[in-house]
């Protein structure tokens, strides 16, 4: 790092190789990021209420 304009050089360089993704691409991932993260979280409140309900029988304290 003793030279920071060929450093800066060398950056530019390695920047122009890398692949970014098409606006569809980002777009379809965020999608399907929202979807999954809506199915989890269904499927984790299910799973909660379920192991409560059956903690609360186990311990007595349903009505």
């Known amino acids: ?3 920071p304009l060929k450093f800066a050089q ?3 360089a390695e920047a122009s190789k890398v692949t970014w993704p098409s606006r569809n691409e980002v ?4 999608a399907m990021v929202f979807i999954l ?3 989890a979280s269904v499927f984790f409140f299910i799973a909660d209420q379920l192991l409560s309900w059956v ?3 186990l311990l ?3 009505n």
Do not use: D, K
Not at 27 to 30: A, I, K, Q, S
């Open 27 to 30: 777009l379809v991932t965020t």
């Open 10 to 12: 060398e950056v530019r």
């Open 37 to 39: 993260v809506f199915i």
């Open 1 to 3: 790092m003793a030279n």
């Open 55 to 57: 903690v609360s029988l």
């Open 60 to 62: 007595g304290l349903a």
